[in-house]
């Protein structure tokens, strides 16, 4: 031997089905031929999981496995892919380390060609078993680290990094001293430094860090903190304190007054928080009230008062345009047309949005390939070589080529570092800036911790 392997050479179909048939296997479907088809894989499902949280302490997200099975109806109520049946897998990932690393294997047992807008903060324990079975991993919520490194992930928004660092954009033109409120878990330690990020584009001093646990039934001591850590920021409430935030993408760098504000990022516990909060407040309005969206929703808003809400005036920055913006029409008439009663689906829910942008761009991955030849690896490798999809304004054109990644320290994979600044006026999350402000150069230049 002069040490060179010998080429693999791929067995045709035709050979294939010979051997299966000597074998007496014919209608078996590991040989790759399905009883009863005359074209094998052609004819088979097309399989997609989607994961996320739910009936747990913590944060839920019920939505988006919905949404997922909704669009996967409609996809298949007009034809499918190529003539081929999107099939759904659901799996809830319970916010638990262990059960998200069971959804990743389960994935990879039913040969799901990707998992798409799907919900966790346990990025260690799913990533390695997708990259193990090659399974890009399309349009997570950017809870965690991996879903920013691992090459076999294709984020559709700037995740927590982008929400906070625009959060700290918005609040540094609009507040004095900043609180921040956010969980006490690996994800949540990164948040801070994002925050102060933005904060220090306007000059402002780093947030107080109060952490939180995510499953509290109760969060006055934190709400006294979180008062506290604002308080310094009480004075004058005109001039960058005034009105309902920035007005066009660029941030007013003034270095005091403005009224204290305390923004908090615990997901469905939010409303926990600022019930705790309000009870500590008492009448004293010098302090405002942030978050990101995920955290503040219109239903949220809806259910404590709508124009009455105790979050009339509070200030949001979102990856999205509002949930009003006609840009959301197809997927409205989606939901509406082919989720039926579904009560779990929420067409203000981020999550819920997100999983409609990763599913646009499977589709538009999927409809580019020969439907024989659909498979994990090629998905991965059409996202690789710079297939590009549009998906009608609610992100920039989404494509992942080497040259479109953001070269943002941790976070390597976003190519969409794009935000929006939003604010509950009259009951309502209204758009305070039209059009997307770009935080990209704000990750890019934030310090090291």
């Given at each position: ?41 052609r ?5 997609i ?24 109806r ?24 262990i ?12 040969k ?33 680290e ?45 948040l ?28 006055t ?30 941030v ?15 997901g ?49 920055t ?43 761009v ?36 989404l ?48 310090k090291?911790?």
């Open positions: 031997m002069n040490g060179r392997r010998r080429p693999f050479l791929r067995p045709t179909t035709t050979a294939r089905v010979a051997a299966c048939a000597a074998a007496g296997t014919l209608l078996i479907s590991g040989c790759g031929v399905l009883s009863g088809s005359s074209n094998g894989a004819d088979e499902p097309i399989t999981m989607t994961w996320a949280p739910d009936d747990t302490n913590a944060t839920n997200m019920p939505g988006m496995p919905a949404m997922a099975q909704a669009y996967a409609w996809v298949n109520d007009k034809g499918g892919i190529h003539g081929r049946k999107l099939r759904v897998l659901t799996c809830n990932e319970r916010n638990d380390s059960a998200a690393a069971q959804c990743a294997r389960r994935a990879a047992d039913e799901a060609v990707a998992v798409v807008g799907s919900y966790s903060q346990h990025g260690r324990s799913f990533m390695s078993p997708l990259e193990a079975a090659g399974i890009p991993y399309i349009g997570g919520y950017g809870l965690s991996e879903e920013f490194s691992s090459p076999f992930s294709y984020p559709v928004n700037g995740g927590q990094a982008a929400l906070l660092a625009g959060n700290g954009r918005q609040l540094a033109s609009v507040c004095g001293a900043v609180s921040l409120v956010r969980p006490d878990t690996i994800a949540g330690d990164e801070p430094e994002l925050l102060d990020a933005g904060l220090a584009e306007g000059n402002r001093s780093p947030a107080a860090d109060i952490r939180a646990p995510e499953d509290a039934s109760d969060y001591r934190q709400a006294q903190q979180a008062l506290s850590g604002a308080g310094s920021g009480e004075g004058s409430t005109s001039g960058a304190g005034t009105g309902t935030g920035v007005s066009d993408g660029t007013a760098h003034t270095t005091g007054g403005g009224p204290g504000c305390v923004t908090a990022a615990l469905k516990r939010t409303n926990t928080f600022f019930d705790s909060f309000r009870r500590v407040q008492e009448d004293d309005s010098r302090v405002r009230i942030a978050s990101i969206l995920g955290s503040v929703r219109q239903s949220l808003v809806d259910s404590t008062g709508g124009r009455d809400s105790a979050l009339e005036g509070t200030y949001a979102g990856w999205y345009p509002v949930a009003e913006d006609p840009r959301w029409q197809p997927m409205q008439k989606i939901v509406h047309d082919y989720a039926f009663d579904d009560n779990r689906i929420d067409i203000a829910d981020p999550g819920v949005q997100t999983t409609w942008i990763a599913y646009t499977l589709r538009s991955v999927l409809t580019s390939l020969d439907p024989g030849e659909i498979s994990a690896h090629a998905v991965r490798t059409t996202l690789d070589h710079g297939h590009a999809t549009d998906t009608g304004g609610l992100t920039p054109k494509r992942w080529r080497f040259q479109d990644l953001l070269p943002i320290r941790d976070y390597r994979r976003i190519v969409n570092a794009n935000v929006t600044y939003q604010v509950v006026k009259d009951g309502k999350l209204v758009t305070v800036h039209q059009g997307f402000v770009d935080v990209g150069q704000t990750l890019v230049n934030r090291a911790a």
